[in-house]
């Protein structure tokens, strides 16, 4: 599976932003997409995840409420919605694939694509 991130960008704080997850190479019917974030100086933690065929979620309390994170099965793709825009979100955002069920543990995805940035200005 190759995974390609993007809709990364620079936002004022209270915008939106809207990233996509295109996957090629196989179907992801088996899967769970993952968003994880890694900011400068940061470790790598988990933002939201979704189960590819039945559509469960599962969200960071920190994107609680102002993220959504949805599928589209024609197009391989996911999408993440992010609302309300803090700069602490400010990150590079990656995709990621594998497991059987939403979990925010990064070991459990066996593949990634590459990041896109978000930068949330004050």
């Known amino acids: 599976v190759q995974l390609q991130a993007s809709g990364g960008g620079s936002v004022q704080a209270g915008g939106s932003l809207r990233l996509s997850c295109v996957a090629s190479?196989?179907?992801?019917?088996?899967?769970?997409v993952g968003w994880f974030r890694q900011a400068q100086g940061k470790e790598r933690e988990f933002v939201t995840g979704?189960?590819?065929?039945?559509?469960?979620?599962l969200y960071a309390d920190s994107v609680k409420g102002r993220f959504t994170i949805s599928r589209d099965k024609a197009k391989n793709t996911v999408y993440l919605q992010m609302n309300s825009l803090k700069p602490e979100d400010t990150a590079v955002y990656y995709c990621?694939?594998?497991?059987?069920?939403?979990?925010?543990?990064?070991?459990?995805?066996?593949?990634w694509g590459q990041g896109t940035l978000v930068t949330v200005s004050s």
């Open positions: 990621a694939a594998g497991g059987t069920e939403p979990t925010g543990w990064a070991e459990e995805y066996d593949y």
């Open positions: 979704i189960e590819w065929s039945g559509g469960s979620t």
């Open positions: 190479g196989r179907t992801l019917s088996s899967y769970v």
